[in-house]
């Protein structure tokens, strides 16, 4: 809901507080679905790394095998409600 004030208030750092266009907090990906993908794909990455560093391709494989897992499991979360602008209650 749009706030109705007719004057702008702004703090002592020139900040405006009402106004009506940033009512509703923009989406920036900070929820539990995006969360849940940067992390398997950051730590799937880092351990194919040093697989790849030490010539253990299996721990290699296993690594992307983890980075690739972590794509469905930010997308089905965010099916699930836990998205940006869902409910994380549920």
Request: avoid cysteine; charged fraction near 15%; glycine fraction near 12%.
């Amino acid at each position: 809901m749009a706030n109705t004030t007719d004057e702008i208030q702004v703090d002592e750092y020139g900040r405006i507080l009402n106004d009506p266009t940033h009512d509703e907090a923009p989406s920036q990906g900070n929820s539990p679905a995006a969360w849940a993908l940067t992390a398997m794909v950051l730590v799937g990455l880092m351990i194919a790394a040093v697989g790849s560093l030490a010539s253990l391709w299996i721990v290699f494989w296993v690594g992307v095998a983890i980075a690739i897992l972590g794509l469905p499991v930010g997308f089905f979360m965010r099916l699930s409600g836990r998205g940006a602008n869902g409910d994380y209650s549920k």
